[in-house]
């Protein structure tokens, strides 16, 4: 029988060995091609064959120049001169930084230009780095170069960025906003610039032993057949992490309505647990910050989300996406066991933030909310999924361009949690971390979403499939169907969605958030900006319970 076992594990191990050089092999054959605006640089295997980069590679100069002529950034005469690194707030455990990068002179000659990059070039490091060069050897300091004066900066190790002389220098983690907005007084980046002056790069590197790696490499590509996947945290954010890459590379020129960030490098490597980009910086824009999205700018994101989800709505192709096969962080099978003690949780609240938010006659709420949890849970499994959602549409994730006030810019970042289902959920998100308060009184909800949301993503959904129809591409049956879905999906219906999804989130926000803070913690993620506004507001905080409260009645809900 010992033998019989020793056989089958050979087996197992044998047939995962040769489906990670299937896959490393398919995987090869995607890193020449160019899906515009995004240009794969160097696309690494996710097999487990793949070698892990040295892990005393470093950015240099040169490097960063080679990635913007690979996608034409610059032009062929264009060099960089200088690149000043600085520390971001990065999210989960990507190490984030800002590259403020300086070019030569358009018309210096090759010599002038060789001589610079002898010069000691400032460095950042890295994890991985294209073959064809040779970057800096890692050393104790690295020389940061500008016009004027060379700067000595240490690098750590763990993190990869430079640490300024000084105790209070340090690295910054929020655990739900990959990619955070900088200081509000960094230099605001032309984005029409032909030679981007600004870039934001952020890498991960695990340090994890090779069985450590297997057994998370197993989970990941068991993806949600996987029951220990839901229950390993690690595994979770590897997914996440390879979903945002081949968002990139796969879907992004499917994209309509908002806008993405230009993407120069795109590296993933889910067996070794390193992933890394270099994404276009887009903090010079409206944020929405400190307050959250006032109402005009609230309608705007969310007319520009219909749009996107009106692209994706029944696509051919949606349930074959690489993505979540239930979108956001703080939904579905992930979270419901902690959903479960929401009356446990409730009582923790209401002792943690005894009068600063919560209406003494919100006190039966915990029993509520727990006593019509499996209706909410089955009314939210009940929903088809109809589109394309980015699953964490909020408001450090979203930019607005506002150049041409005729037609405003939405661009987001962080598609980790990117996934299948309704519409509803993203834009209930949305209203619950990143409006502001002017914007939450039940009137001015309905008149975003009915008119904001979705008038106009049935408006959509038409003239995308009739330009679809106009190429040959929608057959008459296709068009019916989808006529139908446009009269039958009628704003009853996604009313009574995003109800349920508002609760929901709320249940998330008592059992996986508030529970654990304090008046303290709030006060300090105010400080820093930090995530949604349903973790740093007391009065945003309040007004999703007087939410939930309302739409628990309106539901019949007792």
Known sequence: ??????????????????????????????????????????????????????????????????????????????????????NLTGGCHYSVSKLQIKFTPQESNSESHQSQQN????????????????????????????????????LDIESGL???????????????????????????PNLEDSRPTSLVAKFL????????????????????YSKDLNNNQDAQHL????????????????????????VYYNYEDIFNNRFGMVLQDLSGLEDGQPNGFDFHSSFTCLKRLASFHAVFWHHEDLDKMNVWDQAGHW??????????????????????FDGHFIHKSQADLGRRLHANLNKVLDAFKSFPDRTLLHGDYKVTNLFLDNSNLRHS????????????????????????????????????????????????LLKKI?????????????????????SNTVVDYHFSMFWYEFMICVIDFVVYCITNKWCNMTPKTVEEFAAKNHDGLHLRSFIHMQMLLDLAESFLNDLGMF
Request: net charge positive; hydrophobic share 40%.
């Open 1 to 86: 029988m010992s033998a019989i076992i020793l056989v089958f594990v050979a087996v197992a191990c044998v047939s995962l060995v040769v489906a990670g050089y299937v896959a490393m092999k398919g995987r090869s054959l995607q890193s020449s091609i160019v899906l515009e605006p995004v240009r794969v640089v160097n696309k690494s295997s996710n097999s487990v064959l793949a070698q892990p980069p040295p892990a005393d590679k470093i950015i240099t100069t040169q490097w960063i120049e080679e990635i913007l002529k690979e996608n034409k950034a610059i032009d062929s005469k264009s060099a960089v001169l200088s690149m000043d690194v600085s």
């Open 331 to 352: 939904t579905g099978k992930a979270k419901a066991i902690e959903k479960r003690t929401v009356n446990v949780a409730w009582e923790q609240v209401v002792k943690n």
């Open 239 to 262: 997914l996440s992490y390879s979903i945002e890459s081949q968002f990139y590379t796969q879907y992004s020129t499917l994209v309509r309505g908002i806008s993405l960030p230009k």
């Open 409 to 456: 810019k939405v661009y987001v970042i962080d598609w980790q949690w990117a996934g299948r289902g309704t519409g509803a959920l993203d834009v209930a998100y949305f209203l619950c971390t990143s409006a502001d308060v002017s914007s939450l009184t039940t009137q001015k909800i309905k008149h975003l979403v009915k008119k904001a949301y979705h008038a106009y």
């Open 205 to 224: 590197l695990w340090d994890k032993t090779y069985a450590e790696k297997l057994h998370l490499y197993s989970l990941v590509k068991a993806g949600g």
């Open 119 to 154: 010069v000691a070039n400032p460095s950042l490091e890295l994890y991985e780095s294209l073959p064809q060069h040779n970057p800096l050897e890692f050393s104790a300091t690295q020389t940061t170069a500008s016009t004027s004066e060379a700067t000595m900066q240490e």
């Open 462 to 482: 038409v003239k995308y499939l009739l330009r679809k129809k106009a190429k040959g591409g929608a057959s008459n049956e296709e068009l019916l169907n989808y």
């Open 162 to 188: 430079p640490v300024p002389h000084s105790s209070e220098a340090t690295l910054l983690t929020a655990p739900d906003s990959p990619v955070t907005k900088p200081d509000a007084s960094s230099s605001k």
